[in-house]
Structure formats: C-alpha cells, structure tokens
C-alpha cells in the first residue's frame, strides 16, 4: 500500500491539501508505519511553529 505514499502526500495530509479519495489509502498507512506518524507529527509542530511566527510579525507590524 505504501508504494505511492511519500513525504509529499504525508505533507499534504497534513495541510489538509490530499485529495479526499486518498485520505482513507493514508490513514490505513499511518496505522501501520511509526516512522510516518512520526513525520506527521514533526509536519504538524512545523506548520505551528511557522504559524505561531507569522503571528509574532502580524503584532509587530
């Protein structure tokens, strides 16, 4: 099943951006690969971060 899936549809995933058919094909991925729930993971801290910065440059402005 993880033939297709790379970091590209993981971050997809993440940003709400896959196309809702593959949403199931990952899921059913992530059930079953630690290392990329663990990416998952790390994507969603970054995109976080990243919006807790343009956040900060939005007050300082």
């Avoid at 199931?24 to 969603?44: D, M, Q, S, T, Y």
Wanted: one cysteine or more; a negative charge; hydrophobic letters at 45%.
């Amino acid at each position: 099943m993880n033939d297709h899936i790379d970091d590209m549809m993981l971050g997809a995933y993440v940003d709400g951006e896959l196309h809702p058919a593959l949403i199931g094909k990952i899921e059913a991925f992530l059930a079953g690969n630690e290392e990329a729930r663990r990416k998952v993971g790390a994507f969603r801290e970054i995109n976080a971060f990243l919006r807790a910065c343009g956040s900060d440059l939005r007050d300082a402005a």
